[in-house]
């Protein structure tokens, strides 16, 4: 570390997260970069020297959010001698140069293809005294070798490619996140083995298109023998792998069996739908039509009887009839799955779906989405209530409840990715209770649509090294004169931005794979 960035010891900081799991990984790389550069993490209620946002550009109005809070810190910065402003993430790479044409307060703007650059283009901006801004066309180094500061230390993001390779219309991620590169197996690999020799006990393998991994150097089974190469790390401390998410075109009957027969695999499966009209799938470039994405359901559910499968879907896309929207609730009838993240159409600008004709009227949209998220919820609720009686091993997890404290429960995901709120034990003390990371078998006594409720005794509580590494963290010496609170969790394994119990949330355009 030269001399020039050293010079940010002692300084603070805070990232602020938009978007998708991706960006959340990356929020974990931006972190490690910082510190290892010298700052610490802004203690809650303290304003930072640096504030650093990861944005996201396939939300709406992301830009006017922007902007918006980046005008709420022009006073703040200016009573705050020395502080630094920066943008980097999917907005950024696409806003480019116009964030300091609208923002000049703004210090760095950076691509999503040079996380690395962040301290020196800080460092750069505090000596010159202005703001600098780079971007780079294609990945020079992949994130995943750049320094993390992981957020949870029990389960963890493992980013295998970056990028994407289709061309659905409604999307602009291809466009800022570049053509697809994947890591190679062994890396990612050597990866997993050494957060599970920190404790991690599950891991959620991410890449925009996973099905799709191994293109880059030619194995079209490439995934497949990834989640049996996870597998054989179950030895090693490695108890749950996920991965998200996977598209209906690439999607394999060897994954399947690799899904069926890997013991650390879990029975849960993210499956983007997005229409079940033939024609707007085909007006959304989506190459797969309903009776393929409903064959794909069938075959993982008779190889895996008890998986619980969620999707995305989209309402109101251009050129979207009645009878199209028909469609859609016919399939979600058909298809039954655990939970839905539903998303009304919105134009994204530098899409094609954004020029084409047919635009859905808003009103429209609404009423459609309202009886979409009524079906949805209804059949979440059948579906869960199926299994009142049922033994669960959950995973406890932090922040996943946020009632636990008034119900004195907590909370985790069982093997399937379902939200369990728990009893601890009906006679142990709340603080006395299992540790995030720990494993607790329990039956559920109760469901509703989002979570199942297990207030009985708990049959079993497993304390794991996930545990004591969670429990040694809370116990390590805050680095700054009061400990820093964790920014709120993104769920692992679960579609990002959403959180707690209400997985119907309108808050992006579906644009996951």
Known sequence: MGEGLRAQEGRTYEVRTYGCQMNAHDSERVAGLLEDAGYTRASEGDTADLIVFNTCAVRENAADRLYGNLGHLLPVKKAHKGMQIAVGGCLAQMERTKITQRAPWVDV??????????????????????????????????????????????SAWVSISVGCNNTCTFCIVPSLRGKEKDRRPGDILDEIRALTADGVLEVTLLGQNVNSYGAEFGDKLAFSKLLRSCGELAAEGLERVRFTSPHPRDFTGDVIEAMATTGNVMPSLHMPLQSGSDAVLKSMRRAYRRDRYLAILDNVRTAIPHAAITTDIIVGFPGETEADFADTLDLVRQARFASAFTFQYSIREGTPAATMPGQVPHDVVQERYNRLVALVEQICAEENAKLSGATVEVLVAEGEGRKDIATRRLSGRARDNRLVHFAPHRDAPYNNAPRPGDIVTTVVTGTAPHYLIADAAPLDVRRTRAGDAWEARQAAPAPTASRSPAPAPVLLGMPGGVRGDTPFAPSDDGSRR
């Open 109 to 154: 703007v950076y691509g999503t293809h040079n996380i690395g650059a962040l301290p020196e283009l800080l460092e750069r901006a505090r000596q010159r005294q202005e703001a600098q801004a780079e971007f780079e066309e294609t990945l020079e180094t992949f994130p995943s070798l750049l320094p993390a500061r992981r957020e949870s230390p029990y």
